[in-house]
């Protein structure tokens, strides 16, 4: 009896699990890594990552520990306060809108 799995292997299919491979690494790069752009917090001159996808989406991939860059998340750090955290500083979501309104930050429409 075959065992579950979630997507198939293709391990009797050498060269087309070489293009599936091929293909997630393609996908990667373009989910994790095309389109962001770099944006200094306006605040605390912290370096971000920023995509906007849609007017209601927005991706910010920091380049380090958040609580080692910006005040607010050091401040929340030092406070021991671990899960319903917020996702983003007040601060930089001001520099994010203010960076979408200069045309910065190009918002698909």
Known sequence: MPSWAKAPDFADQPARRDAVRAQTV??????LEEGLTPLR?????????VRKSSSRQTSVQWTGDPAAQCPVFAE???????PGRPDTCERLQKTIKWAVDEGVLDVPE
């Open 76 to 82: 929340i750090s030092a406070k021991g306060r671990g």
């Open 26 to 31: 393609v996908d990667r790069e373009r989910y």
């Open 41 to 49: 917090c306006q605040t605390c001159h912290t370096e971000v990552l």
